[in-house]
């Protein structure tokens, strides 16, 4: 039960109805534009339609809708701050409003209200520390304000009270703080 491309530094995101989508990557130095999902009740994969951009290092966050947003990441090595939206339902991607920063290596949190909140990456060799908002309601971004530290390769984490917990990452080295939004 292979995948159809070789792949790291994608995502894999559980769907509403219990497939799993696998979006980009890499295969060696190529960043990839494809899209496969898996079904465990049959153990097979299938191939999806294909991104707009290819991209490594983004992130995928299923919305309340069953659609995934696909936020940033990178094409060879260059940051990207375009986001897509993949439809499960007719295996399409749209694209959407771009970030107002490009960013790699973040994250993006699903928050209880329904919107997606993406933290700090790195930018080229620049280690980012603004946040963003997604409203998929209304289709637009907004800023969130800034994270007291840079940091790239983090964890964010919704707790109990709905706070978003960010912790550890890199930036010039590997850091050790953690912070609530």
Avoid at 100 to 129: E, Y
Avoid at 138 to 163: D, E, F, P, V
Wanted: proline share 2%.
């Amino acid at each position: 039960m292979n995948m159809s491309a070789t792949r790291s530094q994608h995502t894999a995101s559980v769907l509403s109805d219990g497939t799993v989508l696998v979006t980009g990557g890499q295969n060696g130095s190529v960043s990839l534009n494809t899209a496969e999902w898996y079904d465990p009740s049959t153990g097979t994969w299938a191939t999806t339609g294909n991104m707009k951009a290819a991209r490594c290092c983004h992130t995928a966050s299923v919305l309340s809708n069953g659609k995934v947003l696909v936020t940033g990441g990178a094409h060879n090595d260059v940051p990207l701050n375009s986001v897509e939206l993949y439809d499960p339902l007719t295996g399409n991607w749209t694209t959407i409003g771009n970030m107002s920063v490009a960013r790699s290596q973040h994250t993006a949190s699903v928050l209880s209200n329904g919107t997606v909140l993406v933290t700090g990456g790195q930018n080229g060799s620049v280690t980012v520390d603004s946040a963003e908002l997604y409203d998929p309601s209304a289709g637009n971004w907004s800023t969130a304000g800034y994270m007291k530290a840079a940091r790239y390769c983090h964890t964010a984490s919704i707790l109990a009270n709905r706070t978003v917990f960010l912790t550890g990452g890199q930036n010039s080295a590997a850091l050790n703080s953690a912070e609530l939004y």
